[in-house]
């Protein structure tokens, strides 16, 4: 049996789609290269996306940057009870929309129209019967009465006959 290596070069020639994009990922893996700056190392990809190079600067992780950033106050909100009440808004639900679904399987009847016509005949309902014994009730499957003993005489004539 060969190895992984001579089976995957093969597999290669056959499927090169998948494995192209697996190389590709693989690629891109091993330019993920550590820059040191500073006290900080930062892991990144060393390729440009969408024409910028993207860089971990020491700058962009100070204190100083972050103070400046949330230094003005930001006051709190008025609680519930300060809040200016309008009489005149009434605030209803949203109209509710009926989503799309399978249609009925009878259609509605206007008021007008007649439910039933008295000359149409329903369809008879005939019991089942067990194909054993010609009962009603239940089925051949469901029968719980023993099965009939037939004799070996019947048995071995019905074989020579088919």
Same mark, same amino acid.
């Given at each position: 049996m060969a190895n992984c290596i001579e089976e995957d070069s093969n597999i290669m020639f056959q499927r090169p789609t998948p494995l192209m994009m697996v190389e590709q990922v693989m690629e891109k893996m091993f330019k993920c290269v550590v820059h040191h700056y500073? %006290?900080?190392?930062? !892991?990144? &990809? =060393?390729?440009?996306? $969408?024409?910028?190079?993207?860089? &971990? =600067? !020491?700058? %962009?992780? !100070?204190? !100083?940057?972050?103070?400046?950033?949330? $230094?003005?106050?930001?006051?709190p909100v008025n609680g519930e009870a300060l809040w200016t009440k309008l009489d005149d808004v009434d605030l209803q639900p949203p109209p509710i929309k009926r989503q799309p679904r399978r249609p009925k399987k009878k259609r509605n009847r206007e008021v007008g129209e007649m439910v039933r016509d008295e000359t149409h005949l329903k369809r008879a309902n005939h019991g089942i019967k067990c194909s054993r014994f010609h009962k009603e009730g239940h089925n051949k499957a469901t029968c719980k009465l023993p099965q009939p003993v037939v004799p070996l005489t019947q048995v071995a004539e019905g074989a020579s006959t088919q």
């Open positions: 500073g %006290d900080f190392a930062r !892991e990144y &990809a =060393n390729f440009k996306k $969408s024409g910028y190079q993207w860089r &971990a =600067n !020491e700058y %962009d992780y !100070e204190n !100083e940057l972050y103070e400046t950033c949330y $230094s003005p106050v930001i006051y």
